[in-house]
């Protein structure tokens, strides 16, 4: 072991670049896009832009965010990933301070998508710089950590943006810049230093790994689909649908928040604990029962306890992917190109996904109900593909054995 390799298993010098990746995580993905929901009708209500032009707008960072899950790992190749990593921070602080001052729709557009970019980098790139520096048995829990600041940016963004928004909507974009400047300086140094190569692990054979990785880039796109119609239309659907007014709306979403902060660490804890892919069934299969909680039940109680485990699912979900690469590919070069492609098809999805649910809602005039449907459908065709592949592997397990 290396002497800077021995300094990362340190305790106290290991959490050092994961408060790193944890502030790209909520600077690049946790305020870069969530942020922006609360923002929408005060957009619309200082008219800087028609209604129809906030909501393209918002589209942007979804869009940059594909471009960057593709772009990141060639800007590593060219540039070191911490460079591009600190680079894209600073882009997302830039892109804060040039939104506040909307000098025309193509202006803001264009930020709004470099803001996407940003975080699709992020993603690809923050995670597997620090992974490899920590210890295998506590690599779940580490990543969990890491992206802790996407479920962070969701809960700013229904506490810390209401705030600022007393004071203004151009302060309100100053206020963001300055903080993802002060996350940017926080975290310049905490990047560790050199890329190591991390040990051989045990992984499944070489059919096996090719089908589970497969079937993981389905799951994952299958997710993304399954969690865009609660982070859309939940607040709207407690609010209007059921007649519980903004502040029943704003409760649910605060318990979304909860549920977003506390979900990555959970599940990099429990992949840790049982593995990813036992953590991957048992959390798709939580997933569809709060799902149908939505379906079935108009209590506030069984929708708040709902929507904690709704919220856990945008942030947690990627700790339990990642772990999963690790699992089943060899070698740190294919198990960051594993992850690139893993974060392209859940870029693609999601934002086909935001589209979609979108025209269901104005086709079907407004029934939630449809929504919640097909993102729980998303989910189940998710956990029968991870069910079919168990069974897959047991079928083979005892031909062989009968064959032997």
């Not at 119609?229 to 209007?240: E, I």
């Not at 502040?247 to 909860?258: E, K, S």
Request: aromatic share 10%; proline share 4%; glycine share 12%.
């Amino acid at each position: 072991m290396s002497t800077d390799t021995s300094r990362l298993a340190n305790r106290g010098s290991l959490w050092l670049p994961i408060w790193a990746g944890l502030c790209a995580s909520l600077v690049g993905i946790g305020l870069a896009r969530f942020a922006y929901t609360p923002l929408l009708p005060a957009l619309i209500d200082a008219h800087w832009f028609p209604a129809t032009a906030v909501v393209y707008l918002g589209a942007a960072n979804l869009a940059g965010y594909l471009i960057g899950a593709l772009a990141g790992r060639p800007l590593a190749a060219r540039w070191s990933n911490v460079t591009v990593l600190r680079g894209m921070m600073l882009l997302v602080t830039v892109s804060f301070f040039a939104c506040a001052w909307p000098q025309s729709q193509v202006w803001f557009f264009a930020w709004r998508l470099v803001s996407g970019i940003s975080g699709g980098v992020i993603m690809v790139l923050a995670a597997t710089s620090i992974l490899p520096h920590v210890a295998a048995k506590r690599r779940g829990l580490a990543s969990g950590a890491i992206f802790l600041g996407i479920g962070l940016g969701i809960a700013a963004s229904g506490t810390l943006v209401p705030l600022l928004l007393s004071h203004g909507l151009q302060l309100t974009w100053l206020g963001l810049g300055a903080l993802a400047l002060l996350l940017s300086a926080s975290s310049w140094f905490g990047w560790p230093r050199e890329h190591l190569h991390a040990p051989s692990e045990p992984i499944e054979t070489k059919h096996q790994a090719s089908l589970g990785v497969q079937v993981l880039f389905v799951q994952y796109a299958l997710m993304a689909a399954g969690l865009v119609a609660p982070m859309m239309f939940l607040v709207d659907y407690v609010s209007r649908g059921l007649g519980a007014g903004i502040h029943g709306g704003a409760l649910i979403w605060t318990l979304y928040g909860i549920g977003a902060i506390v979900g990555p660490v959970i599940y990099g804890f429990v992949a840790d604990h049982v593995g990813a892919r036992s953590a991957i069934r048992w959390v798709l299969l939580i997933q569809l029962v709060a799902l149908g909680c939505l379906l079935e039940s108009r209590n506030l109680i069984t929708l708040g306890a709902a929507s904690v485990v709704i919220g856990s699912f945008p942030p947690g979900i990627v700790p339990l992917a990642l772990a999963r690469v690790h699992q089943l590919v060899p070698g740190r070069v294919a198990q960051n190109t594993t992850w690139s492609r893993a974060t392209v098809s859940f870029a693609s999805f999601q934002a086909i996904a935001g589209y979609a649910y979108s025209a269901m809602f104005s086709a079907s005039q407004g029934h939630y109900g449809l929504l919640f449907a097909v993102a729980g459908a998303a989910i189940g065709l998710a956990l029968l593909a991870e069910l079919a592949l168990l069974w897959k592997g047991s079928l083979e397990r005892n031909t062989a054995a009968g064959a032997g």
